[in-house]
């Protein structure tokens, strides 16, 4: 099993930018991607973006395609998420999520909260 622990959250203004980490732990080595999703208040949780951890290539979702950035850690440990120019409808609280090549997710942090007040 794999331990996630996202940090970063805040509140900041829209324009602003903020940075997001997960550290994994535990069985580490079985993690082929790790992923952000994230759930606004009264929504469902929405995929944010997505990374494959042998090559660091990542695809994002349209509503942050060109704002967001994902990285990772040279061990392949810790995941990054760089927010900017964020806007009042990426309020949502951030979860992190990481998954075996066979597919999927099967592990997920507690969720960080952001707030983009306007």
């Known amino acids: 099993q794999v331990q996630l622990i996202e940090s970063g959250g805040g509140l900041v203004q829209a324009g602003d930018s903020l940075m997001l980490s997960c550290a994994a732990s535990?069985?580490?080595?079985?993690?082929?991607?790790m992923g952000w999703f994230r759930q606004a208040p009264g929504k469902e949780r929405m995929f944010v973006g997505t990374?494959?951890?042998?090559?660091?290539?990542?695809n994002y979702s349209d509503s942050v395609k060109g704002r967001f950035t994902m990285s990772r850690n040279i061990a392949k440990t810790t995941m990054y998420l760089q927010m900017n120019s964020l806007k009042p409808e990426d309020t949502a609280v951030y979860y992190c999520?990481?998954?075996?090549?066979?597919?999927?997710?099967?592990?997920w942090g507690q969720g960080t909260q952001v707030t983009v007040s306007s």
């Open positions: 990374i494959r951890l042998s090559d660091g290539s990542a």
């Open positions: 999520a990481a998954g075996p090549e066979s597919g999927g997710y099967d592990d």
């Open positions: 535990g069985h580490t080595w079985r993690l082929f991607r």
